[in-house]
Structure formats: structure tokens, C-alpha cells
């Protein structure tokens, strides 16, 4: 469960990381310090930033750890193909079409309709597809279809991807089609909950099935006295063939196999490498999961996961997150591969071990509250290298297992990721944001001296803390919330590290010096989720993404239930909008009157009043305010959202052994996706 997607996904896009100063582990920032002149923002195209993020400390680590996190690497690459195609079932042969175009066209290639071939190429590599990756929108290039046929045309030695026998004669009037009509596959997930669910939205969960047939088929999987359920459809596509509905699993000689097989060949050589036997056995149970598919299996790889935390080195790998599923029950391949910030980790490490207290002390029903708090653990990591789903845009925090029930009876684990989070930083240096939407000069001093110490414990607090808080009543349903379900959980999340941000225990526990870095997050939410992540949305559309939903809702209900008391203000100053909180008391108060009632909702399975609070609050958008805001942000030309290239790990070998493993920055975008593309190819 991320804060931001894909981070919070959520998945941090310019808008949350504005600051240019705030407290740092001296640990990452000695290593920052070393080179002065290192790029962190590499290019701009579209909607998009690309950028770059360092490892620092890799090169002070034992080398069986940097052997690990080489391995673990290849594995996190080998799984590309699968989250390309999870996303749209022609995506794998869009994106192998267009970089033989770039590779081979022969035409004019500095021709204003090149420029914006290579801008949609791109977006496509960015979005793992043809979908935004945020909005889940269709992208539409910016050259004609005829431009399109001549690309195709003088593209000699292009290796397209033809069937036994197709020429491109047969395959330019097909991918025309798909890529150009926009009533075809126009959204990649649809939360729109009046159409079928299934049928409106592109992703390749379903073929032939319809979205009552899809809950009737799991209804009659599910035991609603068993009290530790597997994660039912999570590894499978669910197909209907010949009138008959049955699933086609993720797994080696199943469907994926390819890639799936390589992944395996990585994680063995992760076996032989691992820190300690606990370690070896997480990896070699995944291994198990992936040869067989089934999914007891993977809640045992979960269980030896959430309790391997003597661990230095540590990832993600696998089907993991099901906000690309309508239904939430499905999930794309996402990886993560990273090593412990020991000494930032002392920070979460209060969080984690004060966990009861803030349970006990929530606003919630003790009804829907843990009696007891197992294994809650985080961390500060770096991040090592990014794949799947989690690239090029990434998280910013996650807290895995998403089982309830792994998670009641053992655990979770929550990570920040802190030389993401500082490259976000580094990259919005000075680009006038908080001085275009702040409504004071005390908002910008606030937002510059503790932006991202509260940004940071925002994200410790959400992922530990959020996420790993409350429980279901017995026998609810935990997808009984269906297309709401990501909204209303990061929502849960956020009122739970909003709610205890201006508690006197922050300062008890030494976590803040005072309760300006709860004001200084307070105006960052309330600012963003009411105004400025606006600039995300395209005109005359309404939110569909659930980080986006959660952040509007919260902000939303609290700005409407406080107007009485005047508890947040819009203002209009020189023709600007502006909103200033009156009284952060008060707003504190309503962020608990919230998350009591969002709890219940997740605990009970009130679906009809999870749909009213988000369709209320958390999806409609302000045509007057939203022109406003995008001229506003306009004018700073920055991109809203951004994302990633990978460092390179390169092993040193001598005498066919692995001495050493290097590390490089590489600062080209393009060369890193045609790279991927020719070596981590596995489905097409």
C-alpha cells in the first residue's frame, strides 16, 4: 500500500516537494555534498520530468550485499515486459513498433512531426504504455495517422513484430487504429461506477468477462468463515472461453513464463548471496510462488518477508498493488530493491516501537481497533533500483503485506524513501512554486525550514502508522469496497499521520522541535488537495486517480465542515486564489472526525457510504478554480509529474569471479528504455 503512486502512486510530483531546505540524515547528505555538480533533473517533455537518483553508502557495503542488490536488480528489470503488458494487451507491440521506427526511419528527423513521434515514444516508455500512467487516459499523439504510415514506410530494417506471413501493410491499418481512435481502450482503469467496471477500463485483468460475472466467479472461491484468506484473482487473468470462465495464472509454464523465468534465474543467484538464512528462505519461497502460482504460497513468502528484519539489503518483487484493477483484486508486477538508511531508520524506528499508543489513542471505534500491534516495522531506505511499476515513476513510501489478515496477525513493513524523496528536492530547487501558491511569506519560510522534515514524517507516519492501523469486522469483505477501495484506504492512511502530526507526542518523543511542522504539512495538504494538484488534471475532466480522490476528499470535506467556524478561508488576492487555514486546532479535530468515519467504513464494508463520501468530496473538480490554477502553473513551466532512470550496477570480475560490483549514473532517458528494451525483452 503506497502513498503515492506510481506513490503516491503513493507513487511525489513537484507540487509536494517545493522546498529547498529542511533536515536531512547527515549520513545521505555528506554523500550528496561529494559531487556538487551531480544532475538530478534531466529533461522535460510533455507532462514530464525525468530525473535522476544517487545511492549513497553503496559503495561502503560488504560485497555479498552489493552481489545481492546486483541480483535483485536483474530480477527487477527481467519483470518489465509484464507490467507493459498488464496495462493494455497491445502495449507490447505498440512499444516494440515505435522503437523500430526510432531506431530505423530514414526520413527528416528533426521535422517538427518527428519531434512529437519521439515525445509520444517516450510518454509510452514513461507510462509503461499507452495510458497515462496517472490519469489512466489514452495518449493521443501529436502527428496524423498518414505521418504515421510514412514512419512505417521508410523504416527500412525495422524488425516489426509481424505474425507468420503479415506484412506492414496489414499491421499499419491495425495499430492506426489503436493508437489514433480514441473511443478505442480510452481509459486504462474506469472508477466510473455507473458502466460496468470491467468493460470501461483497458487493462489486461479480463477477457470476455463482465463485472458481475468477475464477483460471481471469486464469491464462489470465497469461504466467508475462513479467517485467513488468500488474495483471490491477485496472480491471474481472468478469461471467458467457449462460455466458460476460468483464470489463466501468473507463473513459470503458465502465462508470463518468460519473464517470469528469468526473474527465478536471479532470485537463485539472490539464494546464494543472502545475508542470512531467514533472508534465503523469503527468496527461496518467492522462487516457489513463481514456479507454482499459488497463492498460499505467496502469503507463507509473505509471513517470512514481514519477519525477515535483521536484513540489511531488502526488496519487492511481484504482483503487489491492485490500484490498475478496477475490481482491486488484481494486481500489477511492481520491484523494489533497496538497503537500510541505518541512521535515518532511527527516526521510524520511534514511530514503529510507539505503534500501540497510537492505535489506543486514535479517534476510531474501538470496535475497528487493533487490541494488540504485531511486528509493525520501518525504515529508511535507498533505493538501489526501481522496476515494474514502481518505474520510472515510483513511491515515495510502501507498507507491505496488504493482507489484513497477514498483517493483524504478523505484521507490516513501511519504508520511506529517503534518496527518492531527496531527489525530489534537489531537482525543484528554486522553481517558484511556493511562492506562486502560498498565501504568506510565513507559509514560504514554514514550507522551506520544515517542508521536508514534515513531508518525510508525513510519509513514516502513513505508511507505518496508516496503513498498518485498524482492523475488519469479522466476515467483512476486504474487496467489498471494490472501486473506492484505494481511495478510501489512502485516504485512511492520511488522516491517521494527519491527525497525529499536531499531537504533543510528536514533540514528546523528539520527533519535531514544535507544532509548525504539523502547520507546515497541514498548508501543504489543505493547498495541494483543494488547488494545486489541479495542474494535473486536463480541462473538463474530474479525479479519477485514488491518491488524487483521497487528497481532494479529506481537504474538501474538512474545508465544507469548517466553514461555519471559518476553519479554512479562500481568499482571492489580485485576482488569485488562495486558501489559509484559520485555525489548525480545529482542523486537526475534523482530520479525526474523518478518519473515525472512514474506518468504519473500511471495517464494516460500507460500500454505498464509501462511494457517497468520495463521489461527494473526492471527484469533482471546479472548472473556474482548475482554469485558474493551470495558468498559474503554467507560467513556472514546470512538469507535474516525474519520474526516474535507474543507476547502472556493473559487476568487476577477475578470474571469472565477481570482485566488486560498480555503480553508474547514466543521464540518458532514451538510451536506458531502447537498453531495456533490447536486453530485458522476454513476451514478445
Known amino acids: 500500500m503506497k502513498r503515492l503512486n506510481n506513490l503516491i502512486v503513493l507513487v511525489m510530483s513537484i507540487i509536494l516537494f517545493s522546498c529547498n531546505s529542511g533536515e536531512r540524515t547527515k549520513s545521505t547528505e555528506k554523500e550528496m555534498e561529494k559531487k556538487d555538480n551531480y544532475k538530478y533533473l534531466l529533461e522535460q517533455f510533455a507532462d514530464l520530468k525525468i530525473m535522476r537518483y544517487k545511492v549513497p553508502g553503496f559503495k561502503d557495503l560488504a560485497l555479498q550485499q552489493k552481489k545481492l542488490l546486483y541480483y535483485l536488480s536483474e530480477a527487477a528489470l527481467c519483470g518489465r515486459?509484464?507490467?507493459?503488458?498488464?496495462?493494455?494487451?497491445?502495449?507490447?507491440?505498440?512499444?516494440?513498433?515505435?522503437?523500430?521506427?526510432?531506431?530505423?526511419?530514414?526520413?527528416?528527423?528533426?521535422?517538427?512531426?518527428?519531434?512529437?513521434?519521439?515525445?509520444?515514444?517516450?510518454?509510452?516508455?514513461?507510462?509503461?504504455?499507452?495510458?497515462?500512467?496517472?490519469?489512466?487516459?489514452?495518449?493521443?499523439?501529436?502527428?496524423?495517422?498518414?505521418?504515421?504510415?510514412?514512419?512505417?514506410?521508410?523504416?527500412?530494417?525495422?524488425?516489426?513484430?509481424?505474425?507468420?506471413?503479415?506484412?506492414?501493410?496489414?499491421?499499419?491499418?491495425?495499430?492506426?487504429?489503436?493508437?489514433?481512435?480514441?473511443?478505442?481502450?480510452?481509459?486504462?482503469?474506469?472508477?466510473?461506477?455507473?458502466?460496468?467496471?470491467?468493460?470501461?477500463?483497458?487493462?489486461?485483468?479480463?477477457?470476455?468477462?463482465?463485472?458481475?460475472?468477475?464477483?460471481?466467479?471469486?464469491?464462489q472461491m470465497k469461504d466467508q468463515e475462513d479467517e485467513t484468506p488468500v488474495s483471490y484473482g491477485l496472480n491471474s487473468k481472468l478469461v471467458k472461453e467457449n462460455g466458460e470462465i476460468e483464470e489463466e495464472v501468473y507463473k513459470i509454464d503458465g502465462l508470463y513464463s518468460g519473464a517470469l523465468e528469468r526473474i527465478v534465474f536471479w532470485l537463485g543467484k539472490a539464494v546464494e548471496v543472502a545475508e542470512n538464512d531467514q533472508q534465503k528462505a523469503v527468496i527461496e519461497k518467492l522462487i516457489e510462488f513463481y514456479k507454482t502460482g499459488d497463492l498460499e504460497t505467496f502469503d507463507e513468502y509473505n509471513v517470512l518477508w514481514v519477519n525477515d528484519l535483521a536484513s540489511r539489503v531488502d526488496f519487492v518483487n511481484g504482483f503487489t498493488e491492485v490500484y490498475g484493477d478496477p475490481l482491486s483484486m488484481k494486481a500489477t508486477w511492481e520491484s523494489v530493491v533497496n538497503f537500510k538508511d541505518i541512521e535515518a531508520t532511527k527516526r521510524t524506528e520511534i514511530i514503529s516501537n510507539n505503534a500501540l499508543w497510537f492505535e489506543e489513542k486514535s479517534p476510531t471505534d474501538p470496535r475497528f481497533k487493533k487490541k494488540e500491534v504485531k511486528g509493525v516495522s520501518a525504515k529508511v531506505i535507498i533505493v538501489a533500483q526501481l522496476g515494474g511499476d514502481c518505474y520510472p515513476s515510483t513511491p515515495i513510501g510502501i507498507n507491505l503485506p496488504n493482507a489484513d489478515w497477514i498483517r493483524k496477525e504478523h505484521g507490516s513493513k513501511s519504508v520511506t524513501m529517503e534518496n527518492i524523496t531527496y531527489a525530489y528536492d534537489q531537482a525543484s530547487l528554486g522553481n517558484g512554486f511556493l511562492e506562486e501558491f502560498c498565501y504568506s511569506q510565513e507559509e514560504i519560510d514554514l514550507a522551506k525550514k520544515y517542508g521536508s522534515l514534515a513531508s518525510n514524517l508525513h510519509t513514516d507516519m502513513h505508511e507505518c502508522l496508516g496503513h498498518g492501523s485498524g482492523q475488519l469486522l469479522p466476515g467483512t469483505n476486504p474487496e467489498a469496497l471494490k472501486n473506492y477501495h484505494s481511495a478510501l484506504e489512502e485516504a485512511r492512511a492520511d488522516l491517521f499521520a494527519l491527525y497525529y502530526l499536531m499531537d504533543q507526542k510528536m514533540i514528546d518523543l523528539g520527533l519535531i522541535p514544535d507544532h509548525d511542522v504539523a502547520r507546515t504539512e497541514y498548508n501543504s495538504y489543505i493547498r495541494n488537495g483543494l488547488m494545486t494538484q489541479l495542474t494535473r488534471i486536463e480541462m473538463g475532466k474530474n479525479i479519477e486517480q485514488a491518491h488524487m480522490r483521497n487528497r481532494q476528499l479529506i481537504s474538501k470535506w474538512c474545508y465544507e465542515k469548517g466553514k461555519d467556524e471559518n476553519v479554512i478561508e479562500m481568499v482571492v488576492r489580485d485576482g488569485k486564489t488562495y486558501y489559509k487555514i484559520n485555525d489548525y486546532e480545529k482542523l486537526r479535530e475534523l482530520f479525526g472526525e474523518l478518519l473515525a468515519e472512514v474506518q468504519r467504513i473500511k471495517s464494516e464494508g460500507d460500500y454505498e457510504a464509501g462511494k457517497k463520501l468520495v463521489e461527494t468530496y473526492g471527484v469533482i473538480v471546479d472548472p473556474v478554480l482548475h482554469k485558474e490554477v493551470k495558468e498559474r502553473f503554467k507560467k513556472l513551466n514546470i512538469a507535474p509529474y516525474g519520474g526516474f532512470i535507474n543507476p547502472v550496477l556493473l559487476p568487476v570480475v577477475e578470474n571469472g569471479k565477481i570482485v566488486d560490483i560498480q555503480i553508474e549514473y547514466p543521464d540518458d532517458y532514451t538510451n536506458q528504455m531502447l537498453n531495456y528494451s533490447g536486453k530485458y525483452s522476454f513476451l514478445l
Open 81 to 219: 515486459d509484464i507490467i507493459f503488458d498488464q496495462n493494455y494487451k497491445h502495449n507490447l507491440l505498440i512499444r516494440k513498433t515505435l522503437e523500430e521506427i526510432y531506431k530505423h526511419y530514414n526520413g527528416d528527423r528533426d521535422s517538427e512531426d518527428f519531434k512529437n513521434f519521439v515525445v509520444y515514444l517516450k510518454r509510452v516508455w514513461f507510462s509503461n504504455g499507452i495510458h497515462h500512467h496517472y490519469s489512466t487516459d489514452k495518449l493521443i499523439p501529436e502527428f496524423s495517422t498518414e505521418y504515421f504510415t510514412e514512419l512505417m514506410n521508410n523504416s527500412e530494417g525495422a524488425d516489426f513484430p509481424l505474425n507468420e506471413g503479415e506484412t506492414v501493410n496489414v499491421l499499419i491499418p491495425k495499430l492506426t487504429s489503436i493508437i489514433f481512435d480514441p473511443t478505442i481502450a480510452p481509459k486504462r482503469v474506469s472508477l466510473d461506477s455507473s458502466k460496468d467496471l470491467i468493460k470501461a477500463s483497458a487493462c489486461n485483468f479480463y477477457e470476455g468477462v463482465t463485472e458481475n460475472e468477475a464477483e460471481d466467479f471469486y464469491a
